[in-house]
């Protein structure tokens, strides 16, 4: 039994960093219907900020502690912002009008450069990313094992997802972003500007991958450019195991990838772990083909 | 318009053939290297990617060995030149490196690769092309089993298994013990093997037995399920930088015992990222920087001085697997491919950094293995086990 608490506990912890990755994916969707393949790979460039952000920050505030670990992420998530901004502006403005098909490749394009300009850039052998955060130690309950980072993973996970719902559901920026999701063209002519909303929704799923980035980092300390790969990958999944475009439903999705492969991991088997959790995507998908809470969409004709 | 266009695609298809019959005499023709000025020796490693440290250290120990050889003159009046590729530790580059190296450089010998799985993928394209071909540090057996060209300077992973259970087991005096290791290497399924085997026959227990696929970074899940099972220690077969994490989870887990694994462990960027969490687990390896023999130590000497580093086992294997081809090439009279194949094959007492080398009858280097320690962020010499 306590095993199966640990194992539920472990799978929590990795979900909801999954949960992280996947809300950025789904917002970008939801706004755009464009999936950016590139956010694993700002996911990475989260992590390489905050490991270059962090002796900086070590100068001004001690780390590890929680205020200077609060500064990294703050830094990490506006540098990611800035390069999601100019993403948006040099890759796939310029092809706006194009055909959808075009910009998803674009993106895998950006994805590769990222990729492998990282690998250039920053070097490919792994990095310690460094202590952020004080380990104020594990708390030991009847067996059970957990420890601060993985708490601090869910609590940020939590109110991101609240934040990004407030931005979205309450703000004026947020009304303009639904009102370009569901005619660019009309809410260009009620005197939106188009760009600017599209590119504030890419900056913000930006600074959320770079959040996640950072979280992974303090969880799995090694870091490398071709981190993003899985992680960005299996956040897809999860973003549309929930229904992609659906704040809640990447969240979800992502904690049941993540709890479905540790438990698979623990009790079956930890070689097919990936290969039966996405065949429980698959099976959930016959089932539910726009994800467990997506809405069902017809295409107008 | 749109019969331009079609025009055009005719043009191409009728057009491809034809230039690359025009080609083909010239390239599948080997130049032989008997006019050229140098004598050409390719190399491919890992030099970036996630076992980049593999591919450094063994290219920087390979180089060292070349400009050596060159400074003293050379092989047979000729210098060698060193062409080296990078694989980006991927799968399915080793295999575009080597038809590369062979095709378009004519090298007379290929040197590569620290890992199993790399060194498979390559050592079939050597054989067809009877280029031999020497792998510094693969252990696993199946490699040189892939034909008569194929060689290594190493020792091989069912002597290094049966090293670490009998020091599981009688050094460390432990009873039961999980495994964990990678699905997707050769090297760490053929070494998890050979070391079960040898631990249950000598009396163990195998009370756990988890896997992981390279590139993981979370390994919580096995970890709980191994420290359910209550073991005496973690075999963990693995590269170093799965290893570090999983030395870091395992202690976050609360599970203390030591962990211990093979010449995967072997690098710089294993303590940075494992830290505190492996102090006190142990490793087998091929050489170890403390090693008294002037041999060792002015091997050690040249490489710190040139490299700023300390050399590790590597970097050792890829010295040695350069001046054993240049020794090879000597005693052969030239690099002409099945000469030099038969001179590798009668290799005896070479001196090596990494011990003496002699070839056996499976082209598998017989030597002693070297058992390390990980204490105050350090790899401190332990013991030396002879085959």
């Known amino acids: 039994m306590i095993e199966f608490l640990q194992q539920l506990t472990n799978g929590l912890a990795l979900g909801s960093i999954l949960a992280l990755v996947a809300l950025g994916y789904t917002m970008v969707y939801g706004i755009l219907r464009f999936i950016n393949f590139a956010h694993g790979d700002l996911f990475m460039l989260g992590a390489f900020a905050g490991y270059y952000v962090a002796p900086w920050v070590a100068r001004a505030l001690p780390l590890p502690s929680l205020s200077g670990a609060l500064v990294v992420l703050a830094v990490s998530m506006l540098v990611c912002a800035i390069i999601g901004l100019l993403i948006e502006r040099f890759a796939y403005r310029p092809l706006r009008n194009q055909p959808r098909l075009t910009m998803l490749i674009t993106a895998i394009g950006v994805s590769l450069f990222l990729e492998n300009g990282g690998q250039w850039l920053l070097g490919a052998a792994p990095k310690r990313f460094p202590l952020l955060l004080p380990a104020w130690g594990q708390w030991k309950i009847a067996g059970l094992t957990m420890n601060s980072n993985q708490c601090v993973v869910i609590l940020v996970t939590t109110l991101m997802l609240l934040a990004l719902r407030f931005i979205v559901l309450n703000t004026r920026m947020g009304r303009a972003m639904r009102a370009v999701a569901c005619n660019p063209d009309a809410a260009a002519l009620m005197g939106v500007d188009t760009n600017r909303v599209i590119a504030f929704t890419f900056a913000l799923g930006s600074a959320l991958a770079a959040a996640a980035g950072v979280l992974f980092a303090i969880n799995y300390p090694s870091i490398d450019p071709l981190m993003g790969i899985l992680p960005g990958l299996k956040a897809f999944v999860a973003a549309v195991l929930g229904g992609i475009g659906n704040l809640p439903g990447a969240a979800l999705g992502g904690l049941i990838i993540g709890i479905t492969e540790t438990m698979v991991a623990g009790y079956i088997s930890s070689t097919y772990k990936d290969a039966i959790a996405f065949a429980v995507l698959i099976i959930i998908l016959l089932v539910r083909p726009s994800g467990l809470l997506g809405k069902r969409e017809n295409d107008k004709v | ?387």
């Open chain 2, 1 to 387: 318009m749109k019969s331009n266009f079609f025009l055009t695609v005719v043009w191409l298809v009728a057009a491809v053939p034809v230039l690359l019959t025009g080609c083909s005499p010239s390239s599948s023709s080997p130049s032989t290297s008997q006019d050229s000025p140098t004598i050409k020796i390719g190399e491919f490693a890992s030099l970036t990617g996630s076992e980049a440290t593999f591919g450094q250290s063994s290219h920087q120990g390979t180089q060292l060995a070349v400009d050596a050889i060159n400074a003293a003159g050379g092989v047979l009046g000729k210098p060698l030149e060193l062409i080296t590729e990078d694989d980006l530790s991927q799968a399915g580059q080793p295999a575009v490196a080597v038809r590369k190296l062979i095709a378009s450089d004519s090298v007379v010998a290929v040197l590569g690769e620290v890992a199993s799985s790399r060194s498979l993928e390559a050592a079939p394209i050597c054989q067809e092309y009877k280029v031999p071909m020497i792998s510094p540090a693969s252990t696993n057996p199946r490699v040189t089993q892939v034909g008569d060209y194929i060689f290594r300077v190493c020792f091989i992973d069912p002597f290094q298994g049966t090293v670490m259970a009998d020091f599981a087991l009688n050094t460390l005096h432990l009873k039961s013990v999980a495994v964990l290791s990678d699905v997707r290497s050769d090297y760490s399924l053929g070494l998890a093997r050979f070391f079960k085997e040898r631990f249950v026959s000598a009396g163990g227990r195998i009370v756990a037995d988890e896997n992981y696929s390279g590139g993981d970074k979370d390994f919580s899940a096995q970890l709980t399920s191994i420290k359910a099972a209550n073991p005496d220690g973690v075999f963990v077969p693995g590269y170093y930088t799965e290893v570090g994490l999983i030395a870091l989870q395992s202690r976050q887990l609360g599970l203390s015992v030591p962990m211990f694994g093979g010449d995967g462990w072997e690098s710089s960027s294993l303590v940075p990222i494992g830290g505190q969490a492996l102090e006190g687990d142990y490793f087998s390896t091929h050489f170890s920087p403390d090693d008294s023999s002037p041999m060792v130590q002015s091997f050690v000497k040249a490489y710190t001085q040139r490299y700023g580093q300390i050399p590790d086992a590597m970097a050792a294997l890829g010295y040695d697997s350069a001046f054993l081809l240049a020794d090879a090439i000597k005693r052969a009279g030239g690099a002409e491919g099945s000469k030099l194949r038969d001179a590798l094959a009668a290799t005896t007492n070479f001196p090596g950094v990494t011990g003496s080398i002699t070839m056996d009858s499976h082209r598998d280097a017989s030597k002693p293995a070297v058992i390390l320690t990980i204490s105050g962020g350090h790899f401190k010499y332990v013991k030396t086990i002879a085959p």
